[in-house]
């Protein structure tokens, strides 16, 4: 299953290649008013069959955002809640890259998240949490973020489309071995269709 949803210009995506007018950006173009927004968001959710194991569950999530002032610092704090029982197989989270963008005399100037300040936090007996705050916030700065979730499990997040703040592009990818089968719910006004491939696109 794919899903494509997209607002505004066309841009690198790849991580740390944030541009110059992703960072001079004032306001968000659709939405004066809007804080912060969330510039790219892309999600791959795969089975990876694992020798011993069996098929194993694997989350990439990547996301870009823009905080546009101080009201909209709080995007820049990121908590991924995951399975983590007193007994039994829990889910783990890797904190692959994250960094903070500045532009700087004309040029992009990059922060990296440290290890030391990604927490782990017990939210109860059955469910913990990787929580982290990026570096060096400044108004008109860029986040970004790369993360895996591995799960033992076969249960899949529910994809959210909708933010309280805009989404500029966002993309998503659900691969599903031929053995298993998965109803599609739709949940909230925006409306989606599947189209002769496969894929789901937003109306």
């Known amino acids: 299953m794919l899903l494509f949803l997209q607002t505004g210009f066309s841009q690198n995506y790849k991580f740390g290649k944030v541009s110059k007018e992703e960072l001079a950006e004032k306001v968000y173009p659709l939405d004066s008013s809007a804080h912060a927004a969330v510039l790219y968001k892309n999600r791959e959710t795969s089975f990876n069959y694992v020798q011993g194991e069996g098929f194993v569950l694997k989350t990439v999530v990547h996301e870009r955002i823009k905080i546009y002032d101080k009201e909209g610092y709080d995007w820049a704090t990121k908590m991924i809640a995951y399975y983590s029982p007193d007994s039994g197989d829990s889910e783990s989270v890797k904190i692959k890259d994250a960094s903070t963008y500045h532009l700087v005399a004309g040029k992009v100037k990059s922060f990296d998240l440290g290890k030391k300040d990604v927490f782990k936090e017990a939210k109860n007996k059955y469910w913990s949490q990787k929580k982290f705050t990026m570096p060096n916030l400044v108004e008109g700065c860029v986040v970004e973020w790369k993360y895996i979730l591995t799960s033992p499990y076969r249960s899949i997040d529910n994809v959210v489309l ?39 696109i937003s109306l």
């Open 162 to 200: 909708q933010y309280d703040i805009p989404i500029r592009r966002l993309e998503v990818s659900i691969e599903i071995p031929e053995y298993y089968k998965f109803a599609v719910k739709h949940i909230g006004y925006l409306n989606m269709v599947q189209d002769s491939l496969g894929k789901f």
